[in-house]
């Protein structure tokens, strides 16, 4: 198989040269490579100035839920058994170490995450470099960057998405190794990297999947003699390295006794959460999610998915790499559509595999022109790059202020609309103001960044308090737990979220923690705050003794209360 796949390699119209990897080892560079490199240099500093401006941005409720998980996490907590969460545990190793490195801060988690997005764009850099030339790599690269800080795609944010397409991104260049040495090891670390991002979200599964295929494809859309040992040796090799990542995690959870309550979050739980939305519904968010992630990015959609035709007449483009192409897209679209919600942050799994379809729509246009068009100027890839250049520059001209001068509240607002995560942070600054280290806290309310903001720990397991009223038979004793653990820890502050979207409450479940809270406020604790949300205006803050007075104009606000003396 490997020298089968290094003669095919000399068809390339700008086949790579030297040795190359991605850890940096090379020797005897292309001129194509030295400037694919140099700008790939300029593609980290853009990544850089645009992703630094929201370093202070307000988390939603998801991402300040798993940054504060893996704050638990490192300090000895169990994973579903003292917080828990419908994934896989990846999830929490991976903001444990995002924590650890740079810090429990939201200024320190989007720099972590940062610096995810820019390996993970040298990652799609390598990969498309490997499968086609330096050229499209910096095409690849570069629709990564832009596309990947969609505002409606939750681009700004530390979703655990972005994690999943790390490791993907990862497994894919080790594909294109593989490709290129034909060697085993390259296949074992594919599987590592995509078997890890199962592990982070189980969506991933759908990676593991489309990295199996395109083994079996490979195998027979390549050229020459088929060997049967060969695949199975490969595909064995591929689906250990997965393997082994999932029994690694399972093992950690089983020694730390929480292996059944791992498998009811990751397995019982979901199969309610997908049956709630019927298709004609789900049509219908995929629509206006997909209008509003396309909105402003029209040139890198458009482009990237001009290559499932032109790859079709570009001869240089291997068969196996045409089939490549569509099982990727395929499995990857598939990520979105688990539930049929079509959250925006699900499109975040798309990126890698749009990233590669742009290099690959650069690369069948220079084939076609080659080849095809007898089109033998050598400054064609120059012109060619020049000009996506251009148009990139005029997007982020005239999206310019979003990049680089946002209005956090007005992102937040376009966004997720009235959802109360401004105000988490406003309503988290009084508290560090006023409160003191060993002061606890606890929220009514689907707003467990609160506790990420204020370095405070939720007195219950049931930080995420949407569980506690979901309609599941398992909801009225979680209440209760809920209430006896806020007892007996009595906390200072208690803050209620009058807010439906934050309480999220389902139909047909158990009222009695409200009807606890009514009483428990009422008999032990004073209004110190109320946080007005006025439709279509900014949230009226009133804080301390003019609290009690205040008398809300909406039917949205917050309440925060002191335990009295």
């Not at 959460?273 to 995929?286: H, L, S």
């Not at 401004?422 to 560090?432: L, R, T, V």
């Amino acid at each position: 198989m490997s020298k089968t796949v290094a003669k095919e390699k000399t068809i390339k119209v700008t086949p790579p040269t030297g040795k190359f990897d991605f850890i940096g080892k090379f020797k005897n560079l292309s001129q194509e490579d030295k400037i694919g490199l140099g700008l790939l240099l300029i593609l980290t500093f853009i990544t850089v100035s645009i992703r630094s401006n929201f370093y202070n941005i307000p988390f939603e409720r998801d991402e300040g839920a798993y940054s504060y998980y893996g704050k638990l996490l490192l300090e000895g907590k169990i994973p579903y058994k003292d917080f828990y969460e419908q994934k896989f545990p990846g999830l929490f190793y991976f903001y444990a170490f995002i924590v650890n490195f740079f810090g429990d801060t939201v200024a320190g988690m989007h720099k972590g995450f940062m610096w995810v997005n820019i390996i993970t764009m040298i990652f799609i850099y390598f990969t498309s470099r490997n499968l086609f030339s330096a050229f499209a790599g910096v095409v690849s690269a570069a629709t990564f960057v832009f596309v990947s800080m969609t505002p409606s795609l939750s681009g700004f944010t530390v979703q655990g998405e972005h994690a999943v397409i790390f490791f993907a991104s990862l497994g894919f260049l080790f594909y294109s190794l593989a490709r290129l040495s034909g060697s085993w090891k390259y296949y074992l670390l594919m599987g590592l990297g995509l078997g890890a991002a199962f592990m982070t979200k189980t969506s991933g599964i759908f990676f593991v999947a489309a990295g199996g295929i395109t083994i079996i494809t490979d195998f027979f859309f390549t050229k020459g003699k088929k060997d049967f040992k060969e695949l199975f040796k490969t595909a064995f090799i591929y689906g250990g390295g997965a393997a082994f990542v999932v029994a690694t995690m399972f093992f950690i959870i089983y020694m730390k006794g929480a292996f059944g309550d791992m498998i009811f979050w990751t397995y019982e739980i979901p199969k309610k959460y997908v049956a709630k939305i019927p298709w004609e519904q789900g049509k219908q968010y995929f629509e206006y999610s997909y209008l509003a992630i396309t909105n402003d990015y029209k040139l890198f959609w458009r482009h990237a998915f001009v290559a499932l035709v032109a790859c079709l007449f570009a001869k240089a483009v291997e068969l196996r790499t045409k089939v490549f192409a569509f099982v990727l897209i395929a499995f990857s679209s598939a990520t979105i559509f688990p539930g049929f919600y079509f959250y925006g942050h699900y499109w975040i799994q798309l990126l890698p595999a749009l990233s590669i379809l742009s290099g690959l729509t650069y690369f069948s246009i220079m084939s076609i022109a080659k080849d095809t068009l007898n089109i033998k100027s050598p400054n064609l890839k120059y012109a060619y790059l020049g000009l996506f250049g251009i148009l990139v520059f005029m997007h982020s001209d005239k999206l310019k202020n979003y990049y680089f001068h946002p209005n956090y509240e007005q992102v937040m607002r376009s966004v997720y609309g009235g959802n109360p995560f401004p105000e988490a942070m406003e309503i988290s600054n009084y508290i560090n103001r006023i409160a003191k280290p060993e002061d606890q806290l606890v929220v009514m309310g689907s707003e467990p960044q609160i506790y990420f903001y204020t370095k405070k720990k939720c007195p219950s397991r049931h930080a995420y308090f949407a569980a506690i009223v979901d309609n599941v038979p398992e909801h009225k004793v979680w209440q209760r737990e809920f209430v006896a653990d806020v007892e007996k820890a009595k906390p200072k502050y208690f803050i209620f979220f009058n807010h439906q979207i934050s309480l999220f409450i389902q139909p047909n479940t158990d009222q009695y923690v409200f009807q606890w809270a009514n009483k428990y406020i009422q008999e032990g604790y004073k209004m110190i705050g109320i946080v007005d949300m006025i439709e279509g205006q900014r949230a009226n803050y009133v804080f301390d003794e003019s609290a009690q007075r205040y008398q809300p104009k909406s039917q949205t606000y917050v309440m925060i209360f002191e335990r009295k003396s």
